[in-house]
């Protein structure tokens, strides 16, 4: 990486970001999120999911944490993803998933996920969400890690 969000092989990561756009098409649940993504490098994957009300808790107006875990796992298995040669015929599970909540959303969220390994059958990552607070700032809302049981040309 030569600057934040910046891939050194740009090329490769947007053969592997249109690949991963096809393979989403029209998915049901991205659209009702509204994510958005970007792969920054192979591994290493944000997407974005803009706040709605639809998403807020009744009493405090703050983003419902299940939509945070449902970015945390996505966002996961696209970093896993963006690492097959063979996406066609390769297909993942996930095994554990572990969401940490640091502060209540009350703004657009994007995740950063980043795989940790990727092995014959085994896919490990872990996950960086972040928001802007009231002030401004853009800090830390939770942190997660994932796990995937990886079925590399075989039957799932």
């Known amino acids: 990486m030569s600057a934040e969000g910046e891939c050194e092989d740009a090329p490769a990561a947007a053969t592997v970001e249109r690949r991963l756009r096809d393979e989403v098409g029209d998915h049901g649940l991205f659209q009702w999120l509204d994510v958005d993504f970007e792969v920054l490098e192979p591994g290493r994957v944000a997407m974005t999911v803009p706040f709605d009300e639809k998403f807020a808790n009744l009493t405090s107006g703050t983003m419902h944490g299940g939509v945070t875990a449902t970015l945390v796992d996505t966002v996961s298995g696209f970093a896993l993803r963006s690492t097959f ?3 066609e015929r390769t297909f993942l599970t996930t095994t554990d998933l572990d ?27 872990d996950v960086t969400v972040t928001s802007e607070t009231p002030e401004g700032e853009r800090k830390t809302v939770a942190t997660g890690a994932t796990s995937y049981r990886l079925f ?5």
Do not use: I, K, L, W
């Open 152 to 156: 590399r040309g075989e039957e799932s």
């Open 99 to 125: 969401v940490r909540y640091v502060r209540p959303v009350r703004d657009d969220v994007r995740a950063v996920g980043e795989v940790v390994r990727a092995g014959g059958s085994m896919g490990v990552t």
């Open 85 to 87: 040669d063979d996406p």
